[in-house]
């Protein structure tokens, strides 16, 4: 890429130039993208082994489904550091990564409120009965 620049640039081509130019100077950023990428599916794997594993000992229902989601989990993220390092659509990227995440978060909030709620209840009843029962 540099021969092809200077070629250009000697002949007077200063557009050519400027284009092998920029190449040259993204092809870094290529390189460090694939590599998120590769590093980024190697750590998404060893997480959904290590989740899979850790859930199926402690005997979980759905260890596979939940293994699989964090894996897809760690997988977008590379997939959204990639494509940080490329810039290309770094702000809607960062919004639409921000939203996701708290979307997932919002979900899990509410499922877990709404279906804990008798089982809380429940712990609270019981709290307050043993705080009255040594009261008396």
Do not use: C
Not at 31 to 56: D, E, K, P, S
Request: glycine content about 8%; overall charge positive; proline content about 1%.
């Amino acid at each position: 890429m540099i021969v092809l620049v200077t070629v250009s640039s000697s002949l007077g081509l200063t557009a050519v130039a400027n284009l092998f130019n920029r190449i040259a100077l993204y092809l870094p950023n290529i390189i460090v993208a694939v590599l998120i990428i590769i590093f980024g599916t190697l750590l998404a794997r060893f997480i959904n082994r290590r989740v899979f594993a850790w859930l199926r000992n402690l005997g979980v229902d759905g260890a596979l489904t939940i293994s699989t989601i964090s894996e897809y989990g760690v997988q977008l993220f590379a997939v959204f550091v990639a494509l940080e390092q490329l810039a290309i659509g770094t702000q809607l990227l960062t919004t639409a990564f921000a939203i996701l995440f708290g979307a997932i978060y919002l979900a899990l909030a509410l499922a877990f409120g709404l279906s804990g709620r008798d089982w809380a209840a429940r712990v609270i009843d019981r709290w307050s009965g043993s705080k009255r029962n040594t009261k008396s």
